[in-house]
């Protein structure tokens, strides 16, 4: 059987990696086999891309480098570490994807939907997430949330307009996509949000087992 291939998306703050890990966590539990990874990154040179990425230092960044860039992280990551462990039958649960770059460069920087998407798809052979975790917080709520937490980093520190673009072209996402993306609400507590995950992580790979 190949694997499962499971994002959690949704505005800077918004509490997601902490519930992929509390997921991580439950679902090892269940005997399932993970791997928790993260956008951009989780390889080495992915993770170089990020320090690029995020550095507040490179104001002078050109949208299209940032683009590509996030497309770079990811065209490693797919090829060095998801496909394969998809292909051992893992359950793979990854910080972010494509619907990522589509929110931020293509709603919150002006980019055509379409470019972002296609040059995305080139980087990652058209893979595309099974079920994705689509967390809803306001943008006040994200902003204060990120201001709590200290140093912004390059994307965090652009303006509430970007903000709101990024978090409708969120919710649009999840209006196309109904069965992929399930939207939570990030203002629940931390175990009332886990709950609701697990339930719905268990419940799908359950099904995915019936139908293989
Ligand atoms: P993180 O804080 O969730 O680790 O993500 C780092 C930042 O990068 C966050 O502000 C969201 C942003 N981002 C994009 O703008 N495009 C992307 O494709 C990804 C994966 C993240």
Redesign the pocket.
Known sequence: MTGTFITVEGP?GAG??TQLQLLADRLTAEGYDIVMT???GGTRIGNEIRSL??NPDFQEMDEMTEILL?AASRAQHVNELIRPALAAGKVVLC????D??IA??GY?LGYSIEQVRSINQQATNELSPDRTYLFNLSVADSKQRMMDRGAL?R??QRDDAFRQRVYEGFLTLAEQEPERIQLVDATQSIKALHTILCQDALAYLKKRERLS
Not at 95 to 98: A, H, L, N, S, T
Request: net charge negative; aromatic share 14%; proline share 5%.
């Open positions: 800077d997601k990696t993260r956008e951009p990425i995020l996030y910080d972010r994807f494509i990522a770059s931020y460069q919150g980093d994307i965090e």
